[in-house]
């Protein structure tokens, strides 16, 4: 079962790691769940001529969480897109720190999608789904969440390099 998860090249605190395996496991569970109702869907649209009417909204709450969530994933794994080339060709003293700088200004970022999203989430929450009638609030809940999670991460990394460690996961080039 454990060749199923992720693991980084380094071992990785327990409750790190127990997070991740989670949120690869609702990932999973999300990515299932929205390939069996459109499925369906197909199916139903082409052999009884009917529509699934809720199956574009939670289409839609599907994949708004599943981007945040793997959001959380990609900065596990350091699978973020970034471009490396004035740390690459910085002095190995400067890249470090430029390293730092870089996941820093992701956090700050993130605080900012954490903030705001939960704004968001306060004020749509009394607003309805319009075929499912779930709070539109629990859709923008993902951005909070996602970012809280990837967050997590990326602090974890920032950690790891003020301790003069490598980062946990290498950057995807």
């Known amino acids: 079962m454990t060749a199923f998860f992720h693991r980084p090249h380094r071992p990785e605190p327990a409750a790190l790691r127990v997070l991740g395996d989670a949120i690869d496991i609702a990932l999973v569970g999300l990515s299932l769940v929205l390939v069996v109702v459109m499925f369906t869907n197909v199916l139903a649209r082409g052999f ?13 709450f599907c994949l708004v969480w599943a981007t945040f969530v793997g959001a959380a994933a990609a900065a596990r794994r350091g699978a973020h ?49 319009s075929v499912l009638h779930w ?12 970012s809280l999670l990837t967050a997590i991460y990326v602090a974890y990394d920032a950690s790891l390099l003020l301790r003069g460690e490598t980062a946990l996961a290498p950057a995807v080039e």
């Open 81 to 129: 897109m970034r471009i490396s080339e004035l740390i690459e060709a910085a002095a190995p003293r400067t890249r470090r720190g430029l390293e730092l700088a870089t996941r820093l200004a992701v956090l700050i970022l993130l605080g900012l999608l954490i903030w705001r999203g939960l704004l968001i989430v306060e004020r749509t929450m009394t607003q309805e789904m």
């Open 135 to 146: 709070p539109v609030g629990l859709q923008y809940l993902a951005m909070p969440i996602g």
């Open 48 to 60: 009884l001529n009917i529509d699934i009417a809720w199956n574009t909204e939670f289409g839609e």
